[in-house]
């Protein structure tokens, strides 16, 4: 007899790429949905980056700190648009009705999670690459010149997006495409607490540990750190990761206690609002 | 020794919000049989079939699939298994090709391409095997979506009104391909319809279900004997009538 943590466990490399062919299937035969993927990262960093210009002409400290404006945006971007990747591909099944036959095929949840997770770095990629070749060559702001520091960045950034993605998926199965509005908005909660255009200490000092608590706050002041101080903040990167496994592992909890609760009241049959 | 059923359901139980939707069912289902699920809107056919499929879980009361307990045990046998129902669809923008080749690949077919073409020709899909399924006329969908059942030749097919507002040409071709795979096959079929033709045409029992519970369960000849009746439409009128009168006279 297999066991609940056997099937679990078991995991096909095949069915992770299924889904991820059919991502690709959908993505390729829509052209909006790829303008989609460029247009709000280019409008959001061409207007920040004439923002960094003004105020680096007026103020000294920004002079110094060249680049913390467009960094923030770019770094914003990877969070919000992993986080949107892995909702979004996850939406198409809502929206296409097409729940029912995957939870009915032999596709686990960690392969259907993983195939969302792969497609969220793909549409993260046709997305904003584009975008920092522009700020490049606008903006003169080179993001791939924080070398090893942007991967960190990356890692973590995308961390607590699939985490966030996760939960968010588990709400949606529950409660239909009523809740479909979170997978849109939820991370901008985060924003004002993640410190994204200015330093933690801004914050009133009640505030400050709910900043502390969220991972992506240590990345926006390891990207502070590194454009104005020139140091790579190692603490940062190691406590953003802390966080981030215990996000994950707190939105997978609840994505499998969703599904089954999803499995209880039949929301699975009904994925309408 | 005999064969495990196929499907096997004990006193199965679904209750949503102190109201039963499925009240004790039980059932066992021998492999190689075609079984109709009979009722009308609401007698619980559909709830029951989810449970059987393990996409609903029960308020109490167990569904075992090819020997595996649904929905825990539902990784052992899902392989083995298929559905139709018009509660799901196949995504629109994908060909008929794509979406094929993703289910073959979920279900992990060893020749895709050859099963494809096989179940193309089958089913009279190969013109349009690289036409976006949502461009299809309703007869095609359906076609499309009995292919996507058979993708991986199942033992066990789960039907869910598989006829639903389907041309009756379409829908007698539908049922003929139907009765050609099991017999090819030996596959079970699970059928759940209200239409009664078609029931008394597929199925070598029936089992009729209202407000939840089993009224009756029988071959359709022994039924239509029982009732005195020439079909089984009429037999369906007199259990849901049976009950109804039952009640106004307590009442």
Redesign the interface.
């Known amino acids: ?2 066991t ?1 943590t056997e ?1 679990v466990l ?1 995991f ?1 490399p ?2 992770v ?3 991820m ?2 991502y690709w ?2 993505l390729r ?2 052209w909006p949905r790829l303008i989609e993927l460029v247009y709000w990262p280019t409008v959001q960093m061409i207007t920040w980056g004439f923002l960094q210009y003004y105020v680096m002409q007026n103020a000294g400290f920004f002079a110094r700190a060249g680049g913390t404006l467009i960094g923030a945006v770019l770094l914003w971007d990877i969070l919000f648009r992993g986080q949107l990747g892995f909702s979004v591909s996850f939406l ?1 099944e809502m929206w ?13 949840p960690l392969e259907f999670v993983t195939a969302l997770m792969a497609m969220s770095i793909v549409r993260l990629s046709i997305g904003v690459i584009p975008v920092t070749v522009l700020a490049l060559i606008f903006f003169g702001f080179n993001l791939y010149g924080m070398g090893f520091a942007l991967v960190a960045f990356f890692v973590n950034l995308m961390l607590t997006s699939w985490a966030v993605g996760i939960f968010v998926s588990g709400l949606v199965l529950r409660n239909g495409l009523g809740a479909e509005n979170l997978a849109w908005s939820i991370m901008f909660l985060f924003m004002p607490l993640t410190c994204v255009y200015y330093p933690v200490a801004t914050l009133p000092v009640w505030l400050q540990p709910a900043a502390w608590a969220l991972p992506p706050t240590y990345v926006f002041e390891g990207m502070r750190a590194l454009l104005i101080d020139h140091v790579f903040r190692a603490d940062l990167r190691l406590m953003a990761r802390a966080l981030n496994a215990l996000f994950l592992a707190g939105g997978t909890f609840g994505f499998l206690k969703l599904l ?1 609760a999803a ?4 929301s ?3 994925t309408g609002e | 020794m005999s064969a495990a059923p196929a499907i096997k359901v004990e006193r199965l139980v679904k209750i949503y919000k102190q109201v039963p939707a499925v009240d004790g069912v039980s059932f066992v289902i021998p492999p190689g049989s075609i079984i109709g699920l009979l009722g009308g809107n609401g007698a619980g056919k559909t709830t029951t079939m989810a449970m059987i499929m393990g996409l609903l879980t029960p308020t109490s009361g167990r569904a075992f699939v090819l020997g595996a307990e649904m929905p825990h045990q539902r990784y052992r046998v899902l392989h083995r298994m298929n559905f139709e129902s018009p509660y799901v669809e196949m995504p629109m923008r994908l060909t008929i090709r794509q979406n094929l080749t993703v289910f073959g690949m979920l279900y992990g077919v060893p020749d895709i391409a050859g099963r494809i073409d096989q179940l193309a020709e089958a089913l009279d899909l190969s013109q349009l095997l690289d036409r976006p399924t949502g461009r299809l006329s309703a007869g095609q969908k359906t076609r499309v979506s009995l292919a996507k059942s058979l993708i991986n030749s199942p033992e066990l097919l789960l039907l869910d009104e598989p006829t639903a507002s389907l041309d009756p040409d379409t829908a007698d071709w539908v049922r003929a391909h139907l009765e050609r795979y099991c017999r090819e096959r030996g596959a079970t079929v699970l059928l759940a319809s209200h239409n009664m033709a078609e029931v008394e045409r597929l199925c070598e029992r029936v089992i009729i279900m209202k407000q939840g519970r089993i009224e009756d369960d029988d071959a359709p000849a022994r039924l239509l004997a029982r009732y005195g009746r020439r079909t089984l439409e009429e037999v369906f009128l007199d259990v849901a009538r049976r009950r109804d009168e039952a009640r106004e006279a307590a009442q």
């Open positions: 007899m297999i609940r099937s078991a096909s095949q069915r790429a299924a889904m062919l059919r299937y959908l035969s829509s198409e296409a009705r097409n729940v029912g036959n995957l939870m009915m095929s032999p596709l686990r089954q499995r209880r009241h039949g699975l049959m009904q």
